[in-house]
Each structure stands twice: as C-alpha cells, then as structure tokens.
T-cell receptor, first 112, second 109 residues
Framework: DGGITQSPKYLFRKEGQNVTLSCEQNLNHDAMYWYRQDPGQGLRLIYY???????QKGDIAEGYSVSREKKESFPLTVTSAQKNPTAFYLC???????????FGPGTRLTVT | SQQGEEDPQALSIQEGENATMNCSYK?????LQWYRQNSGRGLVHLIL?????REKHSGRLRVTLDTSKKSSSLLITASRAADTASYFC?????????FGTGTKLQVIP
C-alpha cells in the first residue's frame, strides 16, 4: 500500500530540547511539505521541498530545520529556538504534475 | 497569512440535510481545492476545481467557483454522521498551497 507515514503519533519533550519528526512516503512523489496546525486553526506551511537536496522556507520556518537527502524522506527538526512548539504537525507529498497533496496521519508534539 | 477564509466557522445539521460551506480568497488562482480532516487526522483531498470551471460534482459533493467574487462553495447533499469533520479550501499553484481556516461540520444522527 502506498502512503505517507509519520512517527511517532504522540511526542513529548522538555523545553530546550531539539526533537525530530519523521515523514516517509512511498508514493514516489517529488514534492514534500511540512505544516503546523494549532487548535481550531488552518494549516501553516513550515518548509517544503521540490526535489532531493533542495528545500525552501515556508511562512513560519523560524525555529525549524529540515533535510531532504532521500526522495522518500523529509524529517523535520523542531529546535529549542521555536518559542511555541506544541502543535499538531502534518507532512504531505505531491506528484510533480498535480496540485493534490497527500497527507500523513500527523504527529502531536507537546513540549513542557 | 491565510489565503482562504471559510464561512461559517462551525455548522451543525441533522443527518439527511444539506451542508453548505463557503470559501473566500484574496488573489487570482489557477485552481481551488477542498480537503476534509477528521479530528486528529491528516487531511484528505476531496475535489479540485480549475479557474475556468464554474461547477464540479463528485458523488454527494458539489463545488462552485466564482472567480469574479473570489469565492467558492462546497455543498454536501444528504449528509451522514460520517461527514462530521473539518473542511478546508486551499489555493495555490504546484509549489505552494495555502489553506483556509476551515469549517467544522457536525452532522447529528
């Protein structure tokens, strides 16, 4: 079955620690995205990548970092510089010739 | 900032009724998409309407687009309890898509 996986589903960290969220896809999609969703809000774009070894900042990239060393993988690191990291994080991918995005199940990060 | 704004923010209807939600956006678009999100889950793509289309159907879904008013509507006919979810419109090109704030729909059995 093709799809996007995100792990873990729930993640708890202490303030001041960096944490990496995993996103893997086997859809052979070129583009991948990270979004943040706060309660009752829409999605805000953190980073996106069109091809391997290339990525661009989204609207709220401060305090986050990404890498795209493999087509299938686009991990997101939430650094200690992110002031309000507690949120629901969604990863998505898209084929090169389509606007439709496919989403993973999300990771809920809680930082205390 | 959000490109799309959905209206209403929340909607509660009885099973079997129709549900209509609206999306307004600010800049010109190539296409507009609608997505659905069940509580605590990822988004699922529902339908895409291109800027040169005025109406599109998919099963119980009907989407309209009025580019002169920069608005779109999503109609769900004969709603079911399983339609309870948040619905988002999204605009943008291939590279970046901007999502609206969503309409939370509750369908009461």
């Amino acid at each position: 079955d093709g799809g996007i996986t995100q792990s873990p589903k729930y993640l708890f960290r202490k303030e001041g620690q960096n944490v990496t969220l995993s996103c893997e896809q086997n859809l052979n999609h070129d583009a991948m995205y990270w979004y943040r969703q706060d309660p009752g809000q829409g999605l805000r774009l953190i980073y996106y990548s069109q091809i391997v070894n290339d990525f661009q900042k989204g609207d709220i990239a401060e305090g986050y970092s990404v890498s795209r060393e493999k087509k299938e993988s686009f991990p997101l690191t939430v650094t200690s510089a992110q002031k309000n990291p507690t949120a629901f994080y969604l990863c998505a991918s898209r084929n090169w010739d389509s606007s439709e995005q496919y989403f993973g199940p999300g990771t809920r990060l809680t930082v205390t | 900032s959000q490109q799309g704004e959905e209206d209403p923010q929340a909607l509660s209807i009885q099973e079997g009724e129709n549900a209509t939600m609206n999306c307004s956006y600010k800049t010109s678009i190539n296409n507009l998409q609608w997505y659905r999100q069940n509580s605590g889950r990822g988004l699922v793509h529902l339908i895409l309407i291109r800027s040169n289309e005025r109406e599109k159907h998919s099963g119980r879904l009907r989407v309209t687009l009025d580019t002169s008013k920069k608005s779109s509507s999503l109609l769900i006919t004969a709603s079911r309890a399983a339609d309870t979810a948040s619905y988002f419109c999204a605009t943008g090109g291939y590279q970046k898509v901007t999502f609206g704030t969503g309409t939370k729909l509750q369908v009461i059995p």
